[in-house]
Every structure is written in structure tokens, then in C-alpha cells.
């Protein structure tokens, strides 16, 4: 059954030069974005803004997770141009803060770490000053592979946790709750500025959102971000209920009640969307 959607979750369409130029430039340079891939809501919101958030490593996924619209399959070989193109990119939008993140890896013995790290440090030779943010994958629990990371020195460490621990085998079946959250442990104990984000309405309980914001919160995760999942297609999950603005804003009093310094909890947030103002409030 196909819900009908709610009328907070409708969306502005904006056509500007801005959005122009960045799909011109992306064009250009070949690059590809998570927001197309995964077809966020917010694109048009966001490419008026000239915001984008990269996706490097490719354009296919090894995985297969059941919410998310990426292409799955066998992945092409690494673009060794990449990190240069995304950081010539940035510099051509004249970014100050950018956000970079990538498709699943399992297939090369790094997880593709070392194009990661390449990138980040690419990016802050080209663009001095710019600040980076990077969504980064679970490398299956890679300890190498996420210190490679580590020594990129992200200006925020990201990390999603996508779901409740409950969920995992339906919405993420080739992920590990618990390989996620110590990921998100070991960047914080780093000194990182760590965020996660979670998609709801995929069928939790208030109760599993509540015990996953607890351990968030004991992991020394500082930014949280809370949205509504929508369906990409009719072959990923359908939407198990829409959940109420006011059942955000409750999940957002908790999560700062529970020392979860900075929370973002709304039917259309996704964990890149308005990321400069998420990091100028908690940096
Ligand atoms: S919220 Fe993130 S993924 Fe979505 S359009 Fe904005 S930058 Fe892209």
C-alpha cells in the first residue's frame, strides 16, 4: 500500500542560475553526487545554493542496502583523477565548507580508504581554508582504513547509523549496528566533531529510537540528524508511516536531553543538508 504523503513533506522546485552552474560544472568535470544517486528531496533546495554533497569512488555500490537508490552491482576501477576533479570543483564553486562522501568499497582490500584520503587532502591543498565534512562508510569495520581517515584530518567525521539496531537485517543487511557505533566511538575518542544520522518511518518504535539516540550519545557523538525516509523506487522499501513533525521535535528534545549537543530532527533533514550551518553552530 502506497501511503499518501503528508503536506509538510512537500517540496519547493527552484530553477536558478546557481543550480544552472552547478549542473554545468559537475557535467564538466564528470563527477558524481550522492543527491542525484540517491535522489534526495532537498536537491533543488540545496543546488540553488550552489551545495552538493560529492560522491567519490565511483558511481556503483557493492552493496545493496534496501532503502537507498544507489546503483548496485560490480564497480569500475578507481578514477585516480578524482580527488583533483572534486577539489578543482570546489574550488570553482568557491565552497568554503564542503561535503564529500562515497559509494561502498567491499570489493577493494582498503574499502577505497586511500582514494578517501587522497581527496580530503587534496581538497585542502587546492582550497585553503575550506572546511571538510565526510560521510564515510563502514570499511567493515577496517581499523587501517578508518585511521587512513583519521589522518586525512576531516573537519567533521560522519558516519550513519541509517536505523535502529532492529532493523538492520531488513533495511541494511550487509551492515553491522555495532561495527557502525564503533566507528562513531573511535572518532569521537579522537577528538573528531562525530554526526550520525537516522532515517524514521521505516517501522521502528519510538523505544528502539530512543535506545539507539542513548547509544549515540554514549559513543561521544556530538551531531545528530533525524529524517523521514521516502521510498526511491517501488523496488526499495515502501514507507512504513509518516512520522509527525511533532514526534520529531520529541526524538530532538530527547536526544538533547540525553547530552547530544546538536540535533536536527525534521521531516526533510538528511544528514549533509544544511551541513555549514550544522558545523558553525557546533565547531
Ligand atoms: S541534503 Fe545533501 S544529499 Fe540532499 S541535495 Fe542537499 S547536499 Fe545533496
Redesign the pocket.
Known sequence: MILRKPTWLKIRVISNEERKFLTGLIKEYGLN???VE?K?P??SD??SRK???FMINGRICTRNCRFCSVTTGKPEPLNPEEPLKVALAIRKLGLKYC?ITSVTRDDLPDGGANQWAETILEIKKINPGVKVEVLIPDFKGNRDALNKIFSANPDVLGHNLETVKELYQKVRPEANYEISLEILKRSAEKGFITKTGIMVGLGETANQVKRLIDDVSEAGCKVLTIGQYLQPSKEHLSVARYVTPEEFENYHNYALARGIKYVFSAPLV?S??HADEVFNQSA
Do not use: D
Open positions: 553526487t550522492v543527491c540517491a534526495c532537498n536537491l540545496c543546488w551545495t552538493a554533497t561535503v538528511r549533509s543538508y
